[in-house]
């Protein structure tokens, strides 16, 4: 079965870059139409969604937030990392590692989707 | 301020229906497939409808999901008291070279 799981830093001081890593089991980020991606949630609960790396190693980024995320996926570690830059305050959330995949009969990056999340880290950002 | 708009909250009694709606635009799920997202109290969100209206192996059927233009329902029939949780939706969005964008989410209470 399909399991993930976040690990990181619990607490970063403003300014710090972010780095957490996704471990995951059951399936491997090289086979096509599967990809793995990153949502985290606010403290007041609203989702947003991060990055995403595909099998080919496409990826997508956040508009917003582009500038200050990279991720990169390590097939042999059945590992996917979220680095971000300039940690600020309203960063302080719970961030998911999500697997992701290709709908059936469809083609491009809109035909992914999130059907298993990990268990979520939840990440201070505090002086 | 999420992209996508839901209520804040909805509520029923046990055995009612009650409808979650998801409010977007042309280039989200006027386009895109729209997916549900379940977060019971303490977990994390659970997949309940994708591609619109199907559901997962495991979803009851009591959970349904339909589209229309650029807004989606997300409809729970038979309501029990392990529904209560926050239900997000979710869609593609093909503004900005594509990018996903979640609703606010919406907490049931099941009273």
């Known amino acids: 079965q399909i399991t993930l799981k976040e690990s990181g830093p619990t607490l970063v001081k403003p300014t710090q870059t972010l780095t957490l890593t996704c471990t995951f089991s059951?399936?491997?980020?090289?086979?096509?139409?599967?990809?793995v991606g990153w949502i985290r949630q606010t403290p007041g609960k609203a989702l947003e969604w991060l990055a995403l790396?595909?099998?080919?190693?496409?990826?997508r980024y956040s508009p917003s937030l582009k500038s200050r995320l990279t991720i990169t996926k390590d097939t042999s570690k059945n590992q996917v990392v979220l680095t971000m830059t300039n940690m600020d305050p309203v960063d302080t959330a719970t961030f998911y590692c999500v697997h992701s995949v290709r709908g059936k009969g469809c083609s491009g990056s809109m035909c992914y989707f999130f059907d298993y999340w990990g268990q979520g880290t939840l990440v201070t950002v505090s002086s | 301020q999420s992209v996508l708009t839901q209520p804040p909250s909805a509520s029923g009694t046990p055995g009612q229906s009650v409808a979650i709606s998801c409010s977007g635009s042309s280039s989200n799920i006027g386009s895109n497939y729209v997916y549900w997202y379940q977060q019971l109290p303490g977990t994390a969100p659970k997949l309940l409808i994708y591609?619109?209206?199907q559901r997962p192996s495991g979803v009851p059927d009591r959970f349904s999901g339909s589209k229309s233009d650029t807004s989606a329902s997300l409809a729970i029939s038979g309501l029990r008291s392990e529904d209560e949780a926050d239900y997000y939706c979710a869609a593609w969005d093909d503004g900005l070279s594509g990018h996903w964008v979640f609703g606010g989410g919406t907490k049931l209470t099941v009273l």
């Open positions: 059951g399936f491997s980020v090289s086979t096509s139409g599967v990809g």
């Open positions: 790396i595909y099998w080919d190693d496409d990826k």
């Open positions: 591609r619109n209206n």
